[in-house]
């Protein structure tokens, strides 16, 4: 599994656009790169999943630049409900389990 | 609507006594995973089940087992719960178990060692 480094920590406000990065130098050709959201006192839950360029959903964007050595999930005009923990993840999808880094805790001010 | 649920969502135990939490799911996924997540920590990987298959984590403690009697349920067992062991613990599952866009989280049960 690639090693994946988020910021630890993120603080925004309501309305904003919010980008998070995620570096993964030793992704390899067959990983791809996953995003979760984690509210408190919930369970994580998939918001997006890329390989290369762009991805869009309803709820964020995923950006991967050609050498995807890194990724920025981006949030369009956040709420306070988006404040969660994101985690950035790694992997060719063969693997048995999916592993959690620190991820970036997300603060949304009003 | 098809879900994972965990009970009890708070559960409260002794120092020492034997303590269970279920997870039961309506998915009918093949795959069922145990993770501990202590305070602003990331979850961790106990150990999954594939059907009937049980596959423990390297550095999961003896001290938690896991039972998978049918489909629906999955069971965790902490034999001699200790202070350190205080964290919620979270159930998941997936179809298959090489697809990270299709894991379904349940809301997880915070246990309270006293």
């Known amino acids: 599994l690639a090693k994946t480094t988020q910021p630890i920590s993120m603080d925004s406000y309501e309305g904003q656009e919010v980008n998070i990065t995620c570096s993964h130098n030793?992704?390899?050709?067959?990983?791809?790169i996953t995003w979760y959201q984690q509210f408190p006192s919930q369970g994580p839950r998939f918001i997006i999943q890329?390989?290369?360029t762009k991805v869009t959903n309803e709820v964020a964007s995923l950006f991967i630049p050609a050498d995807r050595k890194s990724s920025t999930l981006s949030l369009p005009r956040v709420s306070l409900s988006d404040t969660a923990v994101y985690y950035c993840?790694?992997?060719?999808?063969?693997?048995?389990?999916?592993?959690f880094g620190k991820g970036t805790r997300l603060h949304i001010l009003p | 609507d098809a879900m994972v649920i965990q009970n009890p969502r708070y559960q409260v135990t002794q120092f020492g006594k034997p303590v269970t939490l279920s997870c039961s799911q309506t998915?009918?996924?093949?795959?069922m995973y145990w993770y501990q997540q202590k305070s602003s920590q990331a979850p961790k990987l106990l150990f999954h089940?594939?059907?009937?298959?049980?596959?423990n984590e390297a550095d999961t403690p003896d001290n938690f087992q896991s039972r998978r009697p049918n489909t629906s349920f999955c069971f965790l067992d902490i034999r001699s719960p200790g202070l350190g062991d205080a964290a919620m613990y979270l159930c998941?599952?997936?179809?298959?178990?090489?697809?990270?866009?299709?894991?379904?989280f349940g809301s997880g049960t915070r246990l309270t060692v006293v």
């Open positions: 890329g390989y290369k």
């Open positions: 998915l009918n996924h093949n795959v």
């Open positions: 998941a599952t997936s179809r298959e178990h090489r697809d990270p866009t299709d894991y379904t």
């Open positions: 030793n992704i390899a050709t067959n990983d791809y």
């Open positions: 993840l790694v992997g060719e999808g063969r693997d048995d389990k999916i592993i």
């Open positions: 089940y594939y059907d009937k298959d049980f596959n």
